[in-house]
């Protein structure tokens, strides 16, 4: 219970709740101290997305690419189009669904923020779109030279860019959120707004029990093999990572799970298992692409145009396969695709950290689970190209 406690949701829930709360008490003069906090630690937060973009996404290419092989190969394709499968079929979701919510209107009856009593701008190191096509190319070219010294370079920066991340964005994410739904509250809007983020969770939430029937539906048709023989063994790792929030904390229980299988080949379960939990977040991006598509309809009054969210559900499965396995990670790596594609300012990151932290624990279940579904076609493809089964040592 104290572990729960001292967990991140439970941090960003209390300080929603405390914001909330003082939102409504709170005289003029208070807020534009709350105005102010806001405003700086965005800044810092904003600063920070070009750093982990860089730190996610080269270190992972360069990692993969040095364990080529055709079955990595198979692996990432899949994974890849899983991803991006389960984002544009949330955004279609999205399309149809969140136009018949009840959204109030935002400008009607609502107060207006003081001002920032003074602007302490940070600008980025560079352009979030700028730091992604960086990150590609050095991790590419970093495999291609076999550049050993620019390799374990990237991995040095990305343990640098995980401790900024835990020991300055992770600290600083209740009060930057709990500011948020201060002045969220301050305005009047959050009061009109929760009941819709509740039926926006509860909508992902089926989107994710979806997703995994087509993963597991086409799995099976693909390998021959029945999938419900996969599926029946994946609870004690659903749940596990119900609890973690994480892949990478849950990846112990899911190689346990899936062993456990009498149709999967062994060799692959040591080798697609630990691969997936790093880049298969099938469930994660089904569910920031629903969010995102909600949260701008709520504070800019509009939903993306097609074409952006087309874009934006492209790049954001890149961002899944070099966004680490730990609780937030896709979010938290797609920061600069939320800023920089759809235009989010502030208060919008900073409710789709809170609204997406909610429910991140399903989203890493359905991840998870659906790692069952990519290595049962794994082992469909070993099969039909009559690979011989590797053992436990031979495995990649």
Not at 14 to 43: D, N
Not at 230 to 244: D, E, F, K, S
Not at 326 to 334: C, H, L, N, Q
Not at 365 to 376: E, F, R, S, W
Request: neutral net charge; contains cysteine.
């Amino acid at each position: 219970m104290k572990k729960v406690l001292h967990s991140l949701p439970a941090k960003l829930l209390l300080a929603m709740v405390v914001g909330i709360l003082l939102g409504f008490v709170l005289p003029e003069s208070v807020m534009e101290v709350i105005v102010t906090a806001k405003y700086i630690m965005g800044q810092v937060i904003t600063f920070c997305v070009p750093l982990i973009i860089i730190g996610f996404v080269a270190p992972s290419i360069t990692r993969l690419g040095a364990h080529a092989s055709r079955m990595l190969g198979v692996a990432l394709v899949i994974a890849y189009t899983s991803s991006v499968l389960a984002a544009l079929l949330s955004a279609g979701a999205g399309y149809a669904l969140i136009p018949h919510l009840n959204i109030a209107d935002q400008v009607e009856g609502l107060n207006t923020l003081p001002e920032v009593v003074f602007e302490l701008n940070i600008p980025q190191i560079m352009p979030v779109m700028s730091a992604l096509v960086l990150s590609v190319l050095v991790g590419l070219a970093s495999v291609w030279t076999n550049s050993k010294t620019m390799i374990q370079l990237l991995q040095e920066f990305q343990n640098i860019v995980l401790e900024i991340v835990q020991r300055v964005i992770i600290p600083i994410l209740p009060f930057f959120i709990g500011c948020t739904f201060c002045c969220l509250s301050w305005e009047g809007s959050i009061t009109r707004q929760l009941p819709v983020f509740l039926s926006v969770i509860v909508i992902v939430m089926i989107g994710h029990f979806l997703w995994m029937t087509v993963l597991y539906a086409v799995a099976g048709a693909y390998s021959g093999h029945n999938p419900w023989e996969v599926v029946r063994h994946y609870g004690p790792a659903y749940l596990t990572a119900v609890g973690t929030m994480s892949s990478a904390a849950t990846l112990a229980v899911a190689l346990q799970c899936a062993r456990k299988s009498k149709v999967l080949r062994k060799d692959m379960v040591s080798f697609g298992i630990p691969l997936f939990a790093n880049i298969h977040l099938c469930g994660s991006v089904l569910t920031e692409v629903f969010f995102v598509m909600t949260i701008s309809k709520i504070l800019y009054g509009f939903i993306p145009s097609a074409g952006t969210m087309v874009l934006f559900c492209v790049l954001l499965a890149v961002f899944a396969i070099g966004a680490p396995g730990v609780p937030g990670g896709t979010v938290m790596a797609s920061l600069g695709l939320i800023t920089g594609v759809l235009g989010f300012t502030d208060t919008g990151t900073a409710l789709m950290l809170a609204i997406f932290a909610l429910q991140d624990s399903f989203g890493t279940a359905c991840n998870v689970t659906g790692d069952g579904a990519l290595t049962l076609f794994l082992t469909g493809y070993a099969e039909k190209h009559h690979m011989a089964e590797q053992t436990e040592t031979e495995v990649l």
